[in-house]
């Protein structure tokens, strides 16, 4: 088997197994670039809410080249039609414009990194040209096989193809949100020409990386699902024992100091029945954000209960806990919600540290339970620790 054709499986073996978007576009562009020889290529993604086109990698391309070219989904637009589309283009479809020409291409191919499966065009149009290359195929479109025959006749030029794709009910959807960017290839410096067959090869390759891109975004999404709360966005409770005990081995292992904060809302019941249970949600939401805001990257924060948060400072000793802790609930007594009802609330916050308050898993938890149960009977609105 050549070395071509071993890249070409390495290529489709990783986005079958692997789960990092960053990985499988990065293998794209470097097997593609050793593979078929381009003077140029270069990823771009699209950013489906902004509609935008946004480049990130390359190969032979200034550094700098294509990451800083944003180009809007329209249609004044040429560079950005594969996203419609769901076909390659070639040089010769392609008008210049003010991005082709920043980028110096007159000789490339833009192949889109379609990410849902299609239906074989002849069964979808019903297609009676049982003599076509693409008929009765599965993995083959017409635009991937040269003699293609569509409308019961073969295209001619370029023009009628593209003419005819235009108005293809495999195609004429325009739906951007099938496509998850587009692989550019160029050789625009070298002259050689870019090869049909070349084209194909890599319209198959770009296909399987869309889906397995999609994929793995559906994959990052029940991840983020199942570890985060669905109100606030904060982990849950069960990512947050697990991360506990792992932090409270590691501590152990290395001698270094664990405090744990546990906080409650003060009289939340109050809120939900005064104000009703869309504002208590609003207050939830407020608290998560201050959390987040307040505190350090490397604390990890989670909605422990319906109004209870818990947060684990890592390398804090008792007294950096209090700080920490008083500076959160100064900055929640002290914010009211948005909004007519001007709602305000108060926590109240207990304080456990590894090594001073207990020396396991179930130990802490239990140790900042009591100190909040003490900062609660003392008036609430106050930290405690012992």
Same mark, same amino acid.
């Not at 210049?96 to 007159?106: C, H, I, Q, S």
């Not at 067959?197 to 559906?218: D, R």
């Given at each position: ?11 489709? $073996? ?49 550094? !700098? ?7 809007? %989904? ?15 283009l070639?040089s ?5 414009? %003010? ?15 379609v ?6 065009c ?11 290359p ?21 295209? $001619? ?13 495999v195609?004429? $959807? ?6 998850? !960017? ?39 999404h ?52 005064t ?59 002290? $914010? ?32 900042a ?18």
């Amino acid at each position: 088997m050549e070395d071509k054709e071993l890249l070409l499986l390495d290529m489709l $073996s990783l986005v079958n197994e692997e789960m990092d978007i960053d990985a499988i576009e990065a293998r794209l562009v470097n097997i593609v670039s050793e593979v078929f020889s381009f003077d140029r290529v270069g990823l771009f993604f699209v950013k489906h809410q902004k509609e935008i086109l946004q480049g990130k990698l390359c190969k032979g391309f200034e550094p !700098g080249t294509i990451s800083s070219i944003e180009i809007p %989904v329209a249609e004044e637009f040429p560079f950005t039609r594969p996203l419609v589309m769901g076909i390659p283009l070639r040089s010769t479809e392609i008008e210049a414009d %003010v991005f082709t020409r920043k980028m110096g291409l007159t000789n490339f191919a833009i192949i889109p990194l379609v990410n849902q499966k299609r239906i074989s065009c002849w069964r979808l149009k019903n297609c009676q040209a049982t003599d076509c290359p693409a008929y009765g195929k599965h993995g083959l479109r017409c635009w991937l096989v040269r003699d293609a025959k569509c409308c019961d006749r073969s295209e $001619s030029t370029v023009a009628d193809k593209s003419e005819l794709c235009e108005i293809c009910p495999v195609f004429k $959807s325009h739906n951007t949100n099938a496509i998850e !960017g587009i692989l550019l290839v160029d050789n625009s410096q070298s002259g050689r020409p870019i090869e049909e067959k070349t084209i194909s090869i890599l319209s198959v390759i770009a296909h399987a990386v869309g889906i397995a891109i999609n994929n793995s975004k559906a994959y990052s999404h029940a991840l983020r699902a199942a570890i985060h709360d669905d109100l606030t966005g904060l982990h849950n409770r069960r990512y947050f024992n697990e991360r506990l005990m792992d932090e409270v081995e590691r501590a152990k292992r290395y001698k270094s100091d664990i405090s744990l904060l546990l906080c409650d809302i003060d009289f939340f019941k109050n809120v939900n029945d005064t104000f009703g249970h869309p504002v208590g949600d609003k207050v939830l939401i407020r608290i998560g954000k201050i959390f987040r805001n307040r505190l350090r990257k490397t604390d990890i924060v989670a909605r422990y209960g319906g109004e209870e948060f818990m947060v684990i400072l890592l390398n804090t000793e008792k007294d950096q806990a209090f700080d920490i802790a008083e500076d959160l609930r100064l900055t929640v007594a002290d $914010s009211p919600l948005p909004g007519k009802e001007k709602v305000k609330v108060s926590i109240s916050i207990g304080i456990a540290t590894l090594g001073v308050d207990a020396g396991t898993f179930e130990g802490l938890i239990n140790s900042a339970d009591k100190a909040l149960y003490c900062a609660k009977s003392r008036g609430r609105n106050r930290v405690y620790m012992t």
